[in-house]
């Protein structure tokens, strides 16, 4: 049962790479900004992987890091629909990168 939440869940952020550059170019954006916003997720999301990789690892609890990352990917996704400002939607998506790796480890520990 827990695979096809992981299904839905990677089918929905790999449509966001498609949509959220759109999203952020309509709302006044720049592609200079699409890729700040690419650059700057992958590059602190790289960092966070291993973070929560420790901590899954130190804790033993795998279920937990799965759920905090899709109830953070979900909650962050609905604030996207709220926010004009170029500036906070590249740190809301920069927050979504980082907590979506929280579930990268888990899944390959479990």
């Known amino acids: 049962m827990w695979r096809?939440?992981?299904f839905f869940h990677e089918m929905a952020f790999g449509l966001l790479s498609i949509f959220l550059p759109l999203y952020l170019v309509s709302i006044g954006g720049s592609?200079?900004?699409v890729g700040?916003?690419?650059s700057v997720?992958?590059?602190l999301a790289i960092p966070a992987s291993f973070f929560w990789a420790i901590f899954a690892?130190?804790?033993g609890r795998y279920k937990r890091?799965?759920?905090i990352s899709f109830f953070a990917s979900s909650a962050l996704l609905c604030f996207f629909t709220f926010t004009?400002?170029?500036g906070l939607f590249i740190i809301l998506y920069v927050a979504m990168a980082v907590f979506h790796v929280a579930h990268e480890p888990p899944k390959t520990c479990w």
């Open 4 to 6: 096809l939440g992981f």
């Open 41 to 43: 997720a992958t590059l």
């Open 36 to 38: 700040l916003m690419a």
């Open 65 to 67: 890091y799965i759920l």
């Open 84 to 86: 004009r400002d170029i």
């Open 57 to 59: 690892i130190k804790k």
């Open 31 to 33: 592609l200079l900004d």
